[in-house]
């Protein structure tokens, strides 16, 4: 591209420039989105769309930065790592797609989607230069220009995907009407669920039945091969304890690094968003009166995160009761911003209007900037200095016992404990899916635990409880159990087959008693059972802990004081009575229909959206232009 010396240049390099990140059309850009890392592209590919390639190295930069706003367990790595791939590949196939189709995304409408995002980059007419500009990116979304710009042309072009494959869609009378009663029917139950778990405590099986069912299910109670291993310990925690650090210590660490104990300007804030994004002078006007009919609840005392999750358009907060969490100066759209910060703690606003629509604002805590002082950091320096001289110490001791260890094979555990101060323990014969707890169930100490031979001492390993070098004690070979050996798994597979019939017996009983005439309650507790009533429910409610309204739909077709059949939930059962039913008014149906339509119409759109994106993804991979080898994503979430 030109240089910044020609302004109109200047122009489509700032606006239009190229780089790699999707924009969900969901997001809220004054919340913090994620976006690519650059770096060093690798040739380990995991897909391949065309001529185009996803990467490990293009996963691991999108998962460092999703690491950089959220701690992700290493657990949960693969899973994380599995969603970014998919996304990915999708990026690409619908890039594909669109040089197949033709479909482009112009100069004009990229830049008409910037001005609604950072209407501040232009003052007037006129843009604010390519320095404050690229600032303005950088700290609103933490991008460079380029990969915001890459961000918002994605965005744009999934936008006509979504477009060409949905427009035809409609909602018929008919869909609409049974959406009506599906959300408005209502009914009552007297209830009783019926858990085996429950009934277990309660059983005691003969010790004939489990010698019976031992020898019924004999080639089943295998004894796994087991190992019993002697360790000494390294223990980091009981090490931390001992450390001592000079307070002079800890104040110059704090002068090194006052910064970091800055604290900017910054409010803790609750919202509600009423979306205007694309409505018409009267559409907004309606949006308007309905974002001030809820300002009147929240100002009457009715709880605002209720408020928020009953009405808020943001899917970033919805669900958190309306939280932002903290926000600082420079982070938020100045309408936003010069209201959130004028409130004081408990604060409400007026209605605030953003190129997003309108906002309830409330504030929860309010930070002036300051420092904060040592006495209130001392604690936390003392622990972390306390935890890094500790993990030094544990490391020196450790890379002299690795030497020792090296240099001969005859030295035992007794003295290698004795010579560094270590702490002796032993396990009890484990297999390879006992937990560990005594050595913090590191799985590495148990590879290592059935890799070992007799007379072997393991190089230090490092666990959570600090490191631990093994000794093999005995190993017992894997066989067919005795009764003595596996009468606990055989008497607990047992109380359990003999609740889960329980359970079934108790539903079908209690259904009996009731429909010859019993109260639900006295026979559900003549049974040993916990009778209950739920609240009023739709389809689309739910029991709480029990039943979801899907589940219970039969019940639904029932008359009032019918009992209808056992309900088989998984292992559990579910007895019911309709206590009390309440049919849809069709007097209502006018007023939700604008809303039940508006919904109808966006899952239907999802649905056919994911069978295109499913349907694309098939399409390719019988063309040939896609292959996928997820096997190279094992390295996520592994400990190496």
Excluded: C
Aim: proline content about 4%; aromatic content about 6%.
């Amino acid at each position: 591209m030109a240089g910044a010396k020609d302004h109109s240049t200047l122009m489509k390099r700032i606006l239009f420039g190229v780089a790699g990140v999707v924009l969900g059309g969901s997001m809220l850009l004054y919340l913090v989105p994620q976006g690519p890392a650059t770096g060093e592209v690798s040739t380990d590919t995991v897909a391949k769309v065309g001529d185009e390639s996803v990467t490990v190295n293009d996963i691991r930069q999108q998962l460092n930065q999703i690491e950089r706003n959220n701690q992700v367990p290493r657990q949960l790595e693969s899973f994380y790592a599995q969603q970014i791939l998919q996304n990915l590949v999708f990026q690409r196939e619908l890039e594909y797609e669109a040089k197949r189709l033709g479909i482009t995304v112009s100069d004009q409408e990229r830049a008409d989607r910037i001005r609604l995002y950072l209407p501040m980059a232009f003052n007037g007419g006129s843009f604010i230069g390519m320095d404050q500009y690229a600032a303005l990116v950088q700290q609103r979304f933490q991008l460079t220009v380029p990969a915001f710009e890459e961000l918002i042309r994605q965005g744009l072009l999934e936008e006509k995907f979504r477009k060409l494959v949905t427009d035809g869609i409609s909602v018929g009378p008919a869909e609409l009407e049974q959406e009506y009663r599906y959300k408005n029917e209502k009914i009552k139950l007297d209830y009783a669920l019926i858990k085996p778990e429950d009934l277990e405590a309660k059983i005691t099986p003969a010790d004939a039945e489990i010698k019976a069912e031992y020898e019924k299910n004999k080639s089943k109670y295998q004894v796994p091969e087991r190992h019993a291993v002697r360790y000494a310990l390294l223990d980091t925690n009981q090490l931390r304890q001992t450390v001592q650090i000079p307070e002079d210590v800890l104040k110059k660490q704090y002068q090194d690094n006052i910064h970091q104990y800055e604290v900017p300007n910054q409010v803790h804030v609750q919202h509600i968003l009423f979306k205007t994004v694309g409505q018409s002078d009267a559409e907004v006007a309606e949006t308007k009166k309905k974002a001030e009919d809820v300002l009147k609840q929240a100002r009457k005392g009715v709880k605002f995160d209720e408020l928020a999750k009953k009405y808020s358009e943001d899917p970033g907060s919805k669900d958190k009761g309306g939280d932002l969490g903290w926000i600082r100066q420079g982070q938020t759209v100045p309408e936003f911003e010069k209201e959130a910060f004028s409130l004081a703690p408990d604060q409400i606003s007026d209605l605030v209007r953003t190129q997003y629509g309108f906002h309830i604002i409330k504030v929860l805590d309010k930070q002036t900037a300051h420092t904060k002082p040592f006495d209130e950091v001392r604690d936390a320096l003392r622990a972390q200095a306390a935890l890094n001289q500790a993990e030094k110490q544990a490391t020196d001791t450790v890379d002299q016992v690795s030497k020792a260890i090296r240099q001969s094979s005859k030295i035992s555990l007794d003295d290698l404990a004795k010579q560094y101060h270590l702490t002796l323990g032993e396990t009890r014969p484990v297999s390879a899916s006992d937990p560990l707890l005594e050595l913090a169930n590191s799985q590495e100490v148990k590879d290592e635990i059935f890799r070992l031979r007799l007379g072997e001492l393991s190089m230090p390993i490092r666990t959570d409880r600090g490191y631990v070098v093994l000794a093999l004690k005995a190993s017992f070979p894997a066989h067919q159990g005795t009764l003595d050996e596996v009468q606990d798994r055989v008497t607990s597979d047992l109380k359990k087959e003999l609740s889960v019939e329980q359970a079934k017996s108790k539903a079908d009983e209690l259904v009996r008693r009731i429909k010859g005439g019993e109260k639900f309650a006295a026979a559900a507790k003549a049974l040993g059972l916990d009778p209950k009533t739920s609240d009023s429910i739709s389809q689309d409610g739910s029991i709480s802990g029990a039943a979801s309204g899907k589940q219970l739909s039969t019940a639904f077709k029932l008359k009032q004081g019918d009992v209808g059949p056992p309900l088989n939930l998984g292992q559990n059962w579910f007895v019911y009575r309709v206590a009390e039913k309440v049919e849809a008014d069709p007097a209502n149906f006018e007023a939700q229909k604008k809303q039940l339509t508006q919904e109808l119409l966006q899952s239907k759109r999802e649905v056919a959206f994911e069978a295109f994106r499913s349907a694309l993804s098939d399409r390719l991979v019988k063309e040939g232009k896609l292959k996928l080898m997820p096997d190279k994503l094992k390295s996520f979430g592994s400990l190496t």
